[in-house]
C-alpha cells in the first residue's frame, strides 16, 4: 500500500525536520545559554508556587464566599504526588516559554537562510511599543480575572454545588488547571484593543469591516467564552460584558488611529495649536487650578474619606510628604503637571477634531463606501478613499472625472484617479484568476493540498471502489440522506435546541437535587447516606459539565425522530427502508415504551441492588465513600435510563429487520456495530478505558439478544420480516 500522505504534505513534513535539525545545529554553541534560562525559569516558578501562589490562589477563591461556605469547601490532593508533579509540570512550561525566544534568538541564521525571519520594515521603537502594549493588556486581563471574575464565579459554583447537596471537594490539580486556562483566556481576551486597532492601521482589515461587523464579534465573543468558561449563564455574562465594551472601546480607539493616519498628512500639529491658543490656555489653567483645590479646599480629605470607606489602605499624602520639597513648591509642581495633563488631553482633542473633519467624507461612518462622490474629493482625499468608492467605476467614468480635474488645472488628482482606478481594475482581473476552475496543482493552498491528503486516505481506504457494500457506497448514501434533510435543518436544530436548554435549566435549578435526593430515599436502610455516601465536586464546573453532556443526550434522543420522519422518504428512494414515513411513529411509540419499561424497572429494584452491592463493604468497615457527581450520576443514569437502551437494542433490530435490513447484514457487520459504540461510550461517558467498556459489553450483549431474538423471528434469516436490500420486491 501507497502512503496516506500526498506528495506535498509529505515533501512539507520533510522539510519541517530539515529547518528543526538546522536551528538546532545552528544554536548548539548557544544551547547551555538556553537551557540556563529554561532552568532558571522552571525552578522559579516551582519554588514561587510553593512559597507564594498556592496560598494567593486559595486567597482569590475564597475572596467572595461566606462563612458557610468557606466551612464546607475543601482543595484536597488525591495523590500524594499531586503537588509536587503539578508544580514541575506548570514550572517545565513557563521555562519552555523563556526559553523558546532565546533559542530562536540563537538559531535566526538557520532561520534567515529558509526565509523564515521575519523582515519587518517596522521601527525597533515601534516593536517594543507595541510588546509593551501587548504585556500591559494581559496584565489588565489577568487582573480583572482573579479580582473580579474568580472571587464571584468559585463563590457561586460552590454555593450551587452545597445547594445540590454536594461537597466542592476540588482537587489541586484539577483546580489549578482550571484557573490557569482561564488566566491565559483573559490574557489572551484583553489583546482586542491592540488587535484590532493594529489590524485597522495597517489596512490588513478595515476599521469599517469591524465597525460594520460587530454582530459577528458579538456572537465570536459568546463562543468563545463558551470554550474558555464554566457553561452557566451567571460567567457567561461576567465573561462577555467586558468583552463586549472592550470591543465597542477598541472600535473607537481604531477610529482615532485610522482617521489620524488618513488625515496626518493635511494637518500640521503647531498650525491647530497656534489657530487653539486660547482654548488650551484655558485648558491648562483650569487643570491646574483643580489640582490647587484639591489640596487645598478638601479635596484630599474626602477622597481619603472615600478611600477608607471601600477598605482601601491607600491615602493621598500632602504635597510635602511626596516630592521631597516644601509644600508650596511641591503644590506648584503638582499644579503645574495638572496644568501640562489638561493642556496635552486638550491638544490631542483638537488636533483629532480637525484630522476628522479634514476626512470627514471617508470616515462619516454613514452609508456605503461605494456611495462617496469622487469626483467631490481632492488628490490627497482620492488616495485616501477606500477601495469600495472604485469597485464600481467604469473606465469611462474615470475618465470623465479625471478630464474634469484636468479642466480645473489639478493634474494631481487627474492622475491619483486613474491610478486608484488602475488599482480597481489589478483587483477585479485578481479576483477572477482566483475563481478560475483551473488552477495549477502546485499551486494549491494549504486547503487543497488537505483535499488531496484526505482523497488519497480515502482511495486507499476504500482501494477506489464505492460499492453499495463498502464505504464509498454508504457515504454515497449518507450525503443523500444528509442533503433531504437540509431543508429542514432549522426546525431540527430549534428543537435539540429547546430541548437541551429546557432540561438544562430544569437540572440547573434544581432538578439535580431532585434527582439525587429521590434516589437515595429509594436505597435500602441499610445504607446511611449521610454518613456513607458522600457526592462530591472535584472540578469546579463538574456538576455543570455532567448537566450539559446529559442535557445534550436527552436532546439528541428527542430529536432523532424528527430526523427520522423527514429523512423517511430519502431512505425509501435509496432502498434502505419499505415501510411508509407513519411507520416511524410505531417505532416512536415502541422505542418509547422499551425505554420507559427498561428505567421503570432499573430505578425500583436494578440501580438500588446494585448500589448497595457495591457499598456493602464499606459499610461494613464502617468506612466512608465520596463518589465524583459525574461518576455517581451517570451510575444511576446506566442502571435506570440505560437498562431502557439495552431493552430498546432488540426492539430496534426488528424493526430495522422489519424495513429491509436482513438479519445477515446486522449479523455481518456486528464489527462496525462495535466500534460506533465505542465512539459513542468514549463521547457520551466519563473518561477512561474501563467506563467505555462497561458501556460497550452490555450493549454488545444486547445485540447479540437481538441477533438470537432474529434468529427465531425469522427463522435462521430465511424469512425476513421485509426484503432485503437490493432484491426486488
Not at 31 to 55: M, P, S
Amino acid at each position: 500500500m501507497s502512503s496516506a500522505l500526498d506528495e506535498d504534505t509529505q515533501q512539507t513534513l520533510a522539510a519541517g525536520r530539515e529547518t528543526a535539525g538546522a536551528m538546532l545545529r545552528a544554536a548548539q554553541k548557544d544551547l547551555q545559554k538556553v537551557f540556563i534560562v529554561f532552568l532558571v525559569g522552571f525552578l522559579g516558578t516551582f519554588y514561587a508556587l510553593r512559597l507564594v501562589v498556592w496560598d494567593f490562589l486559595k486567597s482569590v477563591t475564597e475572596a467572595q464566599m461566606s462563612a458557610h461556605i468557606q466551612g464546607n469547601y475543601d482543595i484536597i490532593a488525591q495523590t500524594p504526588f499531586d503537588v509536587i508533579l503539578l508544580q514541575a509540570k506548570i514550572g517545565l512550561v513557563t521555562g519552555i516559554i523563556l526559553a523558546a525566544p532565546v533559542f530562536l534568538y540563537f538559531s535566526r541564521d538557520a532561520l534567515r537562510e529558509r526565509g523564515a525571519w521575519p523582515q519587518s520594515p517596522v521601527a525597533t521603537w515601534k516593536l517594543a511599543f507595541i510588546v509593551v502594549t501587548s504585556a500591559i493588556l494581559f496584565v489588565v486581563g489577568v487582573a480583572y480575572g482573579y479580582f473580579v471574575f474568580f472571587p464571584f464565579m468559585f463563590a457561586f459554583l460552590a454555593g450551587n454545588a452545597l445547594s445540590a447537596g454536594f461537597s466542592p471537594t476540588y482537587s489541586i490539580v484539577m483546580w489549578a488547571q482550571f484557573i490557569f486556562l482561564l488566566t491565559v483566556s483573559f490574557g489572551l481576551a484583553a489583546q482586542m484593543p491592540l488587535a484590532i486597532t493594529g489590524l485597522s492601521y495597517a489596512e490588513i482589515v478595515p476599521y469599517e469591516t469591524f465597525r460594520d461587523k460587530w454582530r459577528y464579534a458579538v456572537v465570536a465573543i459568546f463562543v468563545f467564552g463558551a470554550l474558555f468558561s464554566p457553561p452557566d449563564p451567571f460567567t457567561q455574562i461576567m465573561w462577555a460584558l467586558p468583552l463586549l465594551f472592550l470591543y465597542g472601546g477598541s472600535l473607537y480607539l481604531a477610529k482615532v488611529v485610522v482617521t489620524a493616519r488618513r488625515g496626518s498628512e493635511r494637518i500640521s500639529v503647531p498650525a491647530v495649536a497656534k489657530r487653539r491658543w486660547n482654548l488650551l490656555a484655558g485648558s491648562a489653567v483650569v487643570g491646574g487650578l483643580l489640582v490647587y483645590l484639591f489640596y487645598e479646599r478638601g479635596g484630599r480629605t474626602a477622597f481619603n474619606g472615600l478611600l477608607a470607606r471601600f477598605g482601601s489602605d491607600y491615602r493621598v499624602l500632602e504635597p510635602g510628604a511626596t516630592l521631597g520639597l516644601p509644600p508650596e513648591v511641591s503644590l506648584a509642581v503638582w499644579a503645574a503637571l495638572g496644568a501640562a495633563a489638561f493642556g496635552i488631553a486638550t491638544l490631542a482633542y483638537v488636533v483629532y477634531a480637525a484630522i476628522a473633519e479634514s476626512v470627514d467624507p471617508l470616515e462619516a461612518g454613514l452609508g456605503d463606501p461605494s456611495e462617496i462622490d469622487v469626483a467631490g474629493l481632492d488628490a490627497a482625499g482620492v488616495r485616501a478613499a477606500p477601495p469600495e468608492a472604485f469597485d464600481d467605476m467604469t473606465e469611462d467614468e474615470a475618465m470623465a472625472i479625471a478630464g474634469q480635474a484636468v479642466d480645473e488645472d489639478d493634474h494631481e488628482k487627474a492622475q491619483a484617479v486613474l491610478d486608484r482606478f488602475d488599482e480597481a481594475e489589478e483587483r477585479r482581473e485578481s479576483e477572477a484568476d482566483e475563481d478560475a476552475p483551473d488552477v495549477p496543482e502546485d499551486a494549491g493552498t494549504i486547503e487543497d493540498r488537505a483535499t488531496r491528503a484526505g482523497g488519497t486516505f480515502l482511495d486507499e481506504l476504500t482501494e477506489g471502489e464505492k460499492d453499495e457494500d463498502d464505504i464509498g457506497g454508504y457515504y454515497a448514501d449518507l450525503a443523500f440522506i444528509f442533503d433531504s434533510v437540509t431543508s429542514k435543518t432549522f426546525r431540527i436544530v430549534a428543537v435539540f435546541m429547546l430541548v437541551l436548554a429546557g432540561t438544562f435549566a430544569w437540572l440547573y435549578t434544581g432538578g439535580i437535587k431532585t434527582v439525587y435526593d429521590n434516589f437515595l430515599r429509594s436505597l435500602p436502610a441499610s445504607v446511611t447516606p449521610d454518613e456513607v455516601i458522600n457526592v462530591v465536586a472535584l472540578h469546579p464546573v463538574e456538576a455543570l459539565i455532567f448537566e450539559v453532556k446529559f442535557s445534550t443526550l436527552v436532546a439528541a434522543l428527542v430529536t432523532l425522530p424528527i430526523v427520522a420522519y423527514y429523512a423517511w422518504p430519502a431512505l425509501r428512494e435509496r432502498n434502505i427502508v419499505r415501510q411508509r414515513r407513519r411507520n416511524v411513529f410505531l417505532w416512536t411509540g415502541s422505542l418509547t415504551a422499551g425505554l420507559l419499561g427498561g428505567f421503570v424497572l432499573g430505578y425500583a429494584y436494578i440501580a438500588p441492588t446494585i448500589i448497595s452491592w457495591l457499598v456493602h463493604d464499606a459499610v461494613t468497615a464502617n468506612m466512608i465513600i465520596a463518589y465524583r457527581i459525574t461518576n455517581f450520576f451517570w451510575l444511576i443514569f446506566f442502571t435506570t435510563a440505560g437498562i431502557g437502551i439495552l431493552a430498546d437494542v432488540p426492539v430496534a433490530m426488528v424493526l430495522l429487520n422489519s424495513t429491509g435490513v436482513s438479519y445477515q447484514t446486522m449479523r455481518n457487520r456486528w464489527r462496525e456495530v462495535t466500534v460506533g459504540v465505542l465512539a459513542f461510550a468514549a463521547v457520551f461517558t466519563p473518561a477512561g478505558i474501563m467506563t467505555m467498556f462497561l458501556v460497550t459489553v452490555p450493549l454488545m450483549v444486547a445485540y447479540g439478544i437481538g441477533l438470537g431474538v432474529l434468529l427465531v423471528v425469522t427463522l435462521g434469516g430465511r424469512r425476513n420480516l421485509a426484503p432485503a436490500r437490493g432484491e426486488d420486491v
